[in-house]
Protein backbone atom coordinates (compact mmCIF):
# COMPACT_ATOMS: atom_id res chain seq x y z
CA UNK A 1 0.00 0.00 0.00
CA UNK A 2 1.47 3.45 -0.84
CA UNK A 3 1.55 6.15 1.82
CA UNK A 4 0.44 9.61 1.27
CA UNK A 5 3.52 11.46 1.38
CA UNK A 6 4.81 9.30 -1.33
CA UNK A 7 1.28 9.77 -3.26
CA UNK A 8 1.90 13.26 -2.91
CA UNK A 9 5.30 13.52 -3.76
CA UNK A 10 4.57 11.37 -6.85
CA UNK A 11 2.11 13.49 -7.73
CA UNK A 12 3.96 16.45 -7.44
CA UNK A 13 6.93 15.34 -9.81
CA UNK A 14 5.02 13.97 -12.64
CA UNK A 15 2.10 16.28 -12.79
CA UNK A 16 5.19 18.49 -13.60
CA UNK A 17 6.22 16.32 -16.38
CA UNK A 18 2.93 16.28 -18.02
CA UNK A 19 2.22 19.97 -17.78
CA UNK A 20 5.77 20.42 -18.96
CA UNK A 21 5.31 18.15 -22.49
CA UNK A 22 2.28 18.79 -24.71
CA UNK A 23 2.43 15.54 -26.32
CA UNK A 24 4.22 12.41 -24.48
CA UNK A 25 4.84 9.21 -25.56
CA UNK A 26 6.85 8.49 -22.19
CA UNK A 27 4.44 8.99 -20.12
CA UNK A 28 1.02 6.69 -20.44
CA UNK A 29 0.98 4.90 -17.39
CA UNK A 30 1.41 8.84 -15.52
CA UNK A 31 -1.39 10.21 -17.70
CA UNK A 32 -3.65 7.10 -17.58
CA UNK A 33 -3.75 7.82 -13.71
CA UNK A 34 -5.87 11.07 -14.29
CA UNK A 35 -8.83 8.21 -15.30
CA UNK A 36 -9.99 8.19 -11.84
CA UNK A 37 -9.81 12.16 -11.26
CA UNK A 38 -13.24 13.99 -11.43
CA UNK A 39 -14.38 17.25 -12.88
CA UNK A 40 -10.21 17.44 -14.46
CA UNK A 41 -8.87 18.58 -11.16
CA UNK A 42 -5.74 16.87 -9.72
CA UNK A 43 -5.07 15.35 -6.62
CA UNK A 44 -2.16 17.93 -6.16
CA UNK A 45 -4.43 20.87 -7.08
CA UNK A 46 -7.26 19.84 -4.91
CA UNK A 47 -4.83 19.39 -1.96
CA UNK A 48 -2.94 22.58 -2.60
CA UNK A 49 -6.07 24.51 -2.65
CA UNK A 50 -7.69 23.14 0.50
CA UNK A 51 -4.01 24.98 1.79
CA UNK A 52 -4.92 28.24 -0.14
CA UNK A 53 -8.00 28.54 0.71
CA UNK A 54 -7.29 28.61 4.35
CA UNK A 55 -9.66 25.22 4.72
CA UNK A 56 -6.69 23.36 5.83
CA UNK A 57 -3.94 24.79 8.72
CA UNK A 58 -1.08 22.47 8.56
CA UNK A 59 0.20 23.73 12.26
CA UNK A 60 -3.35 22.60 13.65
CA UNK A 61 -3.15 19.19 15.59
CA UNK A 62 -6.97 19.26 14.69
CA UNK A 63 -7.00 19.71 11.07
CA UNK A 64 -3.82 17.45 11.03
CA UNK A 65 -5.41 14.74 12.36
CA UNK A 66 -9.11 15.00 10.28
CA UNK A 67 -6.96 15.42 7.08
CA UNK A 68 -5.22 11.85 7.78
CA UNK A 69 -8.16 11.04 8.53
CA UNK A 70 -10.56 11.87 5.92
CA UNK A 71 -8.09 12.26 2.82
CA UNK A 72 -6.03 9.38 3.64
CA UNK A 73 -9.00 7.08 2.22
CA UNK A 74 -10.38 9.29 -0.45
CA UNK A 75 -6.53 9.04 -1.99
CA UNK A 76 -6.74 5.06 -1.44
CA UNK A 77 -9.99 4.63 -3.18
CA UNK A 78 -8.43 6.49 -6.15
CA UNK A 79 -5.45 4.65 -6.11
CA UNK A 80 -7.53 1.46 -5.83
CA UNK A 81 -9.74 2.47 -8.92
CA UNK A 82 -7.15 3.21 -10.97
CA UNK A 83 -4.50 0.26 -10.42
CA UNK A 84 -7.97 -2.29 -10.98
CA UNK A 85 -8.37 -0.06 -13.96
CA UNK A 86 -4.62 -0.29 -15.76
CA UNK A 87 -4.13 -4.19 -14.40
CA UNK A 88 -7.32 -5.10 -16.40
CA UNK A 89 -6.91 -2.55 -19.63
CA UNK A 90 -6.12 -4.16 -22.66
CA UNK A 91 -2.71 -3.35 -24.17
CA UNK A 92 -3.06 -2.85 -28.12
CA UNK A 93 -1.45 -6.37 -30.07
CA UNK A 94 1.04 -4.16 -32.02
CA UNK A 95 4.64 -6.11 -33.67
CA UNK A 96 6.98 -3.26 -32.90
CA UNK A 97 6.58 -3.25 -29.05
CA UNK A 98 9.36 -4.93 -27.40
CA UNK A 99 7.35 -5.90 -24.24
CA UNK A 100 4.22 -8.14 -24.08
CA UNK A 101 1.17 -6.83 -25.27
CA UNK A 102 -2.49 -7.85 -26.92
CA UNK A 103 -3.78 -8.61 -23.84
CA UNK A 104 -4.57 -6.90 -20.26
CA UNK A 105 -1.20 -6.83 -17.56
CA UNK A 106 -3.33 -9.12 -15.23
CA UNK A 107 -3.65 -11.59 -17.78
CA UNK A 108 0.09 -11.42 -19.12
CA UNK A 109 1.29 -11.95 -15.60
CA UNK A 110 -1.41 -14.99 -14.42
CA UNK A 111 -1.06 -16.58 -17.95
CA UNK A 112 1.75 -15.77 -19.88
CA UNK A 113 1.52 -18.53 -22.39
CA UNK A 114 -1.71 -17.36 -23.66
CA UNK A 115 0.45 -14.32 -24.96
CA UNK A 116 3.65 -16.12 -26.44
CA UNK A 117 4.39 -20.11 -25.62
CA UNK A 118 7.80 -19.48 -24.62
CA UNK A 119 7.05 -16.80 -22.27
CA UNK A 120 7.72 -17.49 -18.81
CA UNK A 121 5.95 -17.31 -15.68
CA UNK A 122 7.83 -13.89 -13.37
CA UNK A 123 6.53 -14.63 -10.22
CA UNK A 124 7.67 -15.57 -7.42
CA UNK A 125 5.87 -18.46 -5.03
CA UNK A 126 5.93 -17.15 -1.26
CA UNK A 127 5.20 -19.90 1.31
CA UNK A 128 2.29 -18.43 4.00
CA UNK A 129 3.98 -19.73 6.58
CA UNK A 130 6.73 -17.72 6.18
CA UNK A 131 5.09 -14.95 5.71
CA UNK A 132 3.28 -14.92 8.99
CA UNK A 133 6.47 -15.85 11.02
CA UNK A 134 8.68 -13.16 9.51
CA UNK A 135 5.40 -10.98 10.33
CA UNK A 136 5.37 -12.26 13.80
CA UNK A 137 8.60 -11.45 14.43
CA UNK A 138 8.01 -7.75 14.02
CA UNK A 139 5.47 -7.84 15.82
CA UNK A 140 2.28 -9.85 14.36
CA UNK A 141 -0.80 -8.16 13.49
CA UNK A 142 -0.58 -5.43 15.89
CA UNK A 143 2.12 -3.62 14.58
CA UNK A 144 1.06 -4.46 11.29
CA UNK A 145 -2.49 -2.38 11.97
CA UNK A 146 -0.05 0.45 14.18
CA UNK A 147 2.47 0.89 11.20
CA UNK A 148 -1.02 1.63 8.73
CA UNK A 149 -2.78 3.81 11.29
CA UNK A 150 -2.71 7.51 10.32
CA UNK A 151 -4.81 8.45 13.58
CA UNK A 152 -4.86 7.17 16.96
CA UNK A 153 -7.87 4.68 17.73
CA UNK A 154 -9.95 7.15 20.20
CA UNK A 155 -9.44 9.77 17.65
CA UNK A 156 -11.10 7.63 14.62
CA UNK A 157 -13.58 6.34 16.98
CA UNK A 158 -14.79 9.74 17.55
CA UNK A 159 -14.63 11.05 14.44
CA UNK A 160 -16.33 8.17 13.16
CA UNK A 161 -19.09 8.50 15.52
CA UNK A 162 -19.29 12.18 14.43
CA UNK A 163 -19.28 11.63 10.99
CA UNK A 164 -22.20 9.33 11.13
CA UNK A 165 -24.32 11.89 13.11
CA UNK A 166 -24.01 14.69 10.18
CA UNK A 167 -25.35 12.05 8.33
CA UNK A 168 -22.53 10.11 6.50
CA UNK A 169 -22.04 12.06 3.27
CA UNK A 170 -19.96 10.29 1.42
CA UNK A 171 -16.45 11.62 1.06
CA UNK A 172 -14.95 12.25 -2.44
CA UNK A 173 -12.15 14.81 -4.22
CA UNK A 174 -15.57 16.48 -5.38
CA UNK A 175 -16.57 16.97 -1.67
CA UNK A 176 -13.89 16.26 0.41
CA UNK A 177 -12.80 19.95 1.86
CA UNK A 178 -16.33 20.50 2.46
CA UNK A 179 -16.65 17.07 4.43
CA UNK A 180 -13.02 17.98 6.54
CA UNK A 181 -14.29 22.01 7.11
CA UNK A 182 -17.57 20.45 8.56
CA UNK A 183 -15.65 17.65 10.73
CA UNK A 184 -13.35 20.05 11.96
CA UNK A 185 -15.83 22.53 13.05
CA UNK A 186 -17.85 19.97 15.11
CA UNK A 187 -14.45 18.75 16.51
CA UNK A 188 -13.56 21.99 17.58
CA UNK A 189 -17.03 22.48 19.31
CA UNK A 190 -16.17 19.75 21.61
CA UNK A 191 -12.63 20.98 22.87
CA UNK A 192 -13.64 23.84 24.90
CA UNK A 193 -15.46 21.12 26.77
CA UNK A 194 -12.62 19.26 27.81
CA UNK A 195 -13.25 16.42 25.77
CA UNK A 196 -10.66 14.11 25.13
CA UNK A 197 -10.62 12.69 21.34
CA UNK A 198 -8.06 11.30 21.38
CA UNK A 199 -5.37 13.61 19.27
CA UNK A 200 -2.39 13.43 21.97
CA UNK A 201 -3.34 9.39 21.80
Request: hydrophobic share 40%; net charge negative; proline share 5%.
Amino acid sequence: MLTLLSIIIWIWSKTADIESQSSSTKNTPIESFWCWLRDGHSVKLILQNGQGSGAFLPNDAVHTAVFYWLWVPIIQVGLDTYCTYWNNHKILKSPKKVNANGSCPNNMFLNPTSIDILAKQCYINVNPDTVNELREAYGGEEARSKAYRWVSEEFKFNADVIYENLGAPEPSLANGWNVFKVMVAKIEELRPAGTDIGLDA
